[in-house]
């Protein structure tokens, strides 16, 4: 059976998802121009429509200066595509091939003549690298985000023609800034394995770049650290994470090109994006922001970061909050037991702490805070936050609470104060054993029970510390209503 001419135009505007992260992205961008969620199921129409909206923005900022109130999108391109007819420097300068001064409809025609669709009949003979249709041409730095490091000269080797791309895989690469957070230099973008939430996130961040594309105001466009943007969309997003978030920061420009890339686990996204929107974990959220403030980050900036690059660390944060919550004048136990039991699914959830390792440690915990109860200062509990600094001190200290432990009426029958098991957990040395988050989880189980039965210190020595107050943009993020997102 053979195909018609317009039948072979189709395919060769049918956009395919390859494993290229940024073509990915690329691809739903340039879906979401037309309207359409589904990248693949993008038909000739809408691809043309979307490749012409396309066109007509860079023509629009090849004729813009970038560092002028209306040429963001000309900026933006120096980082996407140096060089090309839409940023050249001598793109306006000179003359034309006939002799005449180059005015504004040639520099539109030479974009137009960089983005037009290549002739289908001369073709390259090969297949595309990225999904191994045939090849439109090959293409290099001037068309493709090929940076690697600042160390990476990202250029076309001499005598290598660049990239074997079909004409849909290279357009995706153009349609790729309308689906990043655009900064002028760096640009970042958020890339899943998970299509639904991808769809979501570059669809958003598509209408948002629209707006730029045709205005070219820098003034509106988006100012959050990096790290929070990919928390905003994890926030937005309604539905359970499959797979885990990739924040891609890239640079394709002539001076300083980079490539980083930072990750989170399918379980942690799914965690943050769980944590940060149900209203009944609102409250234990707040508190762990809370603790993530410093003199000079936002709370949300803090959590976002330890996120994204040393997770380990929400543990200990959070735990500093906690206690803090607990240390205070009046302290809030039912906030505290809120965060106890979030820090407490972290462990479990995201870095896997088996459910009965972590019974061995809370049936610990929950007993030192039976001996604390009568207890009436703060100071076996500044005692024990200090002594987890120390695995040989906090040993010492626990035999002399086991010694308390069996002494107490109440516990007869009820066992050591320590388990074996426990004891391993906490203390051994072991590359596969996480000690330090064992140790962090005593300290939580006892605040847990603490603030389950009720425990107040009523001494008149002040808390060294109080938790810091959120600025408006962290209790924005918190308190915004889940249906803005949507």
């Known amino acids: 059976m053979t195909t018609t001419p317009a039948q072979e135009a189709a395919v060769e505007r049918r956009l395919v998802l390859t494993p290229h992260p940024l073509q990915r992205v690329g691809a739903y961008a340039l879906a979401a121009l037309a309207e359409?969620?589904?990248?693949?199921?993008?038909?000739a129409e809408g691809f043309e429509r979307a490749v012409s909206e396309l066109v007509g923005h860079a023509v629009q900022a090849a004729l813009r200066e970038s560092k002028a109130v209306d040429g963001f999108w000309q900026k933006v391109s120096l980082s996407f595509f140096p060089n090309s007819p839409m940023n050249h420097p001598g793109r306006r300068k000179g003359k034309a091939e006939d002799g005449r001064p180059k005015t504004d409809e040639d520099v539109r025609q030479a974009v137009r003549a960089w983005l037009r669709a290549p002739d289908a009949a001369a073709g390259t003979g090969v297949g595309c690298v990225l999904c191994g249709r045939a090849a439109a041409g090959f293409y290099g730095k001037k068309d493709v985000v090929l940076a690697e490091s600042e160390a990476y000269r990202n250029t076309t080797p001499r005598g290598h023609e660049g990239m074997a791309l079909c004409w849909p895989c290279l357009v995706s690469f153009y349609a790729l800034p309308y689906g990043c957070q655009l900064t002028g230099g760096s640009s970042v973008a958020l890339h899943t394995w998970n299509d639904r939430f991808l769809s979501q996130v570059v669809g958003r961040q598509t209408s948002r770049n629209?707006?730029?594309?045709?205005?070219?105001?820098?003034a509106h466009k988006q100012a959050e650290p990096r790290e929070v943007v990919a928390l905003r969309a994890l926030r937005a997003y309604g539905e359970r994470c499959t797979a885990g978030v990739e924040l891609l920061v890239f640079n394709n420009n002539n001076r300083g090109q980079l490539l980083e890339s930072y990750s989170l686990s399918q379980?942690?996204?799914?965690?943050?994006?769980?944590t940060s929107r149900l209203s009944e974990l609102r409250r234990a959220f707040t508190v762990l922001v809370r603790a993530h403030v410093t003199a000079n980050v936002r709370g949300m900036v803090g959590l976002a970061r330890n996120a994204f690059r040393e997770p380990r660390r929400i543990v200990s944060t959070g735990v500093h909050g906690l206690t803090t919550v607990m240390a205070g004048p009046d302290p809030d136990l039912a906030a505290a037991a809120e965060v106890a039991g979030l820090l407490l699914t972290f462990a479990t959830e995201v870095m896997q702490v088996n459910e009965k390792d972590l019974a061995e440690i809370r049936a610990t915990g929950h007993k030192i805070a039976g001996l604390w109860c009568g207890e009436s200062g703060r100071g076996p509990l500044k005692d024990l936050r200090r002594l987890l600094r120390s695995p040989k001190q906090l040993r010492g200290w626990l035999t002399k609470q086991s010694v308390a432990w069996a002494g107490a009426q109440s516990t007869v029958g009820k066992g050591p104060l320590i388990s074996e098991r426990a004891y391993v957990l906490l203390f051994d040395p072991g590359q596969d054993n996480p000690g330090w988050l064992h140790r962090?989880?005593?300290l939580i189980t006892v605040l847990e029970e603490l603030a389950r039965r009720g425990w107040r210190a009523d001494d008149d020595e002040q808390p060294d510390e109080v938790l810091a107050e959120l600025d408006a943009a962290d209790r924005k993020f918190i308190n915004e209503d889940e249906e803005e997102g949507q």
């Not at 379980?267 to 769980?274: Q, V």
């Open 210 to 218: 629209r707006r730029l594309a045709v205005t070219g105001d820098e």
């Open 267 to 274: 379980p942690l996204a799914e965690w943050l994006r769980r």
């Open 36 to 43: 359409e969620q589904d990248p693949e199921r993008l038909d």
């Open 440 to 442: 962090d989880l005593l």
